[in-house]
């Protein structure tokens, strides 16, 4: 397998990934500017954390990133699910209804929304929850238009990544299709989106395209690696206000939360967040490459376009797929020495075997690969802080495949 020979012919692919790349970095460092970021801005605060002018500056520049009125960047979020449900709680009350329209969510919400029995899910409060699945990796235009012309829906919710499903996942475009759509029957419903693995990916934003609010986690793609925790919320002001009075206090909103010396990796995170990105798109271009030529089907192809830095690959052998993710764990930077076993994990129904070697637990923009252990025995890879870490725990990985 002569790598560089591959790279050549991944050459045009690499470059409008660069190009975006650079793209994404000038609207960051355009944020910096217009926000005058300064070291004053990496101090810490304690206790209520108020006044804390790095945080608050650090909100404007997620503001003006993604063209928002407002943000709420925190280190209280736990994870971008947590980021999703305070969104979900803040916007429903009793007996308004949630409608995704891209089918089931993360199997990590079905305990928020109340799929699964659970005395705190939104369920329990008498919040209604809806679906309409996805035809042909593409809205239902019409069983959207005809839910919401029936009435009675208060949010509609998007997740644009796969999660741990074979569908593809939902493009800028496809994005600002079924918005304008969606606008043409509701001028009220609140369109929220969930952005994760999604940023940077394209040169446009959710809320650029009539989104009200987007979701994302800052151990995925904004946090570029370096933010250890923490996860975001922009969109309209008066949504971002019930969000932080949802996550904080009512009558105290956005006033408290200290950042706890978090602010600096937050800003620095964000600043090698382009950069980051590309390199774990490069990273799964390379994967899908040498996979598909060995035969296993994959998703994205090497040379389809790209919405989110996740790499399907659907092995359809248990063993191949165990063999793969310790591949990747053998190949990461943190316990390269352990070996990977399914296990039961919080959230999710079916055994999960992961590969996360990385700096922070459970990292998902630095190298990693994560499977449910049921057919067709799928594992989802993304990540790669670097392209050469990436190439590198790849080419182990593929070595791993037939021992």
């Given amino acids: 397998m002569d790598v560089k020979v591959i790279e050549e ?10 190009e975006i790349s650079y793209i994404n970095s000038k609207k960051v460092i355009e944020a910096f500017w217009q926000e005058k970021v300064s070291e ?13 002018l790095g945080r608050d500056t650090l909100e404007k520049v997620y503001a003006d990133i993604f063209k928002s009125e407002d943000a709420l960047v925190r280190n209280q979020f736990i994870s971008g699910t947590h980021a999703l449900s305070t969104a979900l709680f803040a916007l429903l009350r009793p007996n308004d209804t949630l409608l995704y ?44 238009k005809k839910r919401l012309n029936m009435g009675g829906i208060k949010v509609v919710a998007i ?19 079924v918005i304008r759509e969606i606008r043409k029957i509701s001028k009220e419903v609140i369109i929220m989106v969930d952005n994760c693995y999604c940023e940077f990916v394209d040169t446009l934003e959710p809320i650029e395209v009539g989104a009200d609010l987007c979701v994302g986690s800052l151990i995925k793609n904004l946090g570029g690696g370096i933010a250890s925790n923490g ?6 002001k008066k949504l971002i206000h019930l969000c932080s009075e949802r996550l904080n206090v009512a009558g105290e909103a956005k006033e408290v939360g200290p950042s706890l010396g978090a602010t600096k990796s937050f800003f620095q995170g964000l600043y090698f967040a382009p950069s980051v990105v590309a390199s774990s798109l490069k990273t799964a271009v390379l994967a899908a490459y040498l996979l598909e030529s060995k035969g296993y089907d994959v998703s994205p192809k090497w040379n389809e376009k790209r919405t989110d830095i996740v ?35 919080p959230g999710y129904d079916d055994k999960i075997i992961m590969a996360s070697g990385s700096f922070t637990q459970g990292s998902s923009i630095e190298l990693s690969c994560d499977a449910p252990l049921k057919k067709p025995y799928v594992a989802y ?23």
């Fill in 311 to 345: 790499q399907l690959i659907k092995f359809n052998d248990q063993q191949k797929l165990i063999n793969f993710v310790q591949g990747i764990q053998t190949g990461s930077a943190i316990d390269a020495h352990a070996l990977a076993m399914p296990s039961d994990m």
């Fill in 231 to 236: 996860a975001y919320i922009v969109g309209k």
């Fill in 9 to 18: 012919k991944l050459n045009d692919i690499f470059k409008n990934i660069d």
């Fill in 101 to 144: 329209i891209t089918g089931k969510p993360y199997d990590t919400l079905d305990s928020v929304i109340g799929i699964n029995d659970n005395a705190s899910s939104l369920k329990s409060f008498n919040i209604n929850y809806e679906q309409i699945d996805l035809i042909d990796d593409d809205f239902d235009y019409s069983s959207i």
């Fill in 40 to 52: 004053q801005h990496f101090n810490s605060t304690t206790g209520y954390g108020y006044g804390d």
């Fill in 159 to 177: 997740q644009r990544s796969r999660g741990y499903t074979l569908r593809k996942s939902i493009d800028i475009l496809k994005l600002e299709k």
């Fill in 381 to 403: 890879l993304q990540g790669g802080l670097t392209y050469d870490y990436g190439k590198i725990g790849v080419l182990k990985a593929i070595e791993n495949l037939d021992k």
